[in-house]
């Protein structure tokens, strides 16, 4: 089993910044991505961003490219996503996800980006 603790979200004013990160424990070694996801009311889930543990290689939505960065530190086990230029838009629930032998998920965080 993997589980996933996820910190850092909150309110934000438009233009600001926030940074997520998510902890991983357990059985970690089929673990060969990590990301977020997110969902706004009413939408559908959508993946924001993932980045691979072997080459550290990065996949960003084109919605949220040239704002947001997705990183992870080996050593701490532990992924952030650092969100600056934040727009309404990006107010939603984000979960972090392990992806190995099975799909792992973190229990959500709110962000919220008011205008």
């Known amino acids: 089993q993997v589980q996933l603790v996820e910190s850092g979200g909150g309110l934000v004013q438009a233009g600001g910044s926030l940074r997520l990160s998510c902890v991983a424990s357990?059985?970690?070694?089929?673990?060969?991505?990590m990301g977020w996801y997110r969902q706004a009311p009413g939408k559908q889930r959508e993946l924001v961003a993932e980045?691979?543990?072997?080459?550290?290689?990065?996949k960003l939505a084109d919605s949220v490219k040239g704002r947001f960065t997705v990183s992870r530190d080996n050593a701490k086990n532990t992924a952030y996503l650092q969100m600056d230029s934040l727009k309404p838009e990006d107010t939603a629930i984000y979960y972090c996800?392990?992806?190995?032998?099975?799909?792992?998920w973190g229990q959500g965080t709110q962000v919220t980006v008011s205008s």
């Open positions: 357990g059985r970690l070694l089929s673990i060969y991505v």
């Open positions: 996800y392990a992806r190995g032998l099975y799909m792992y």
């Open positions: 980045i691979t543990n072997n080459d550290g290689s990065t």
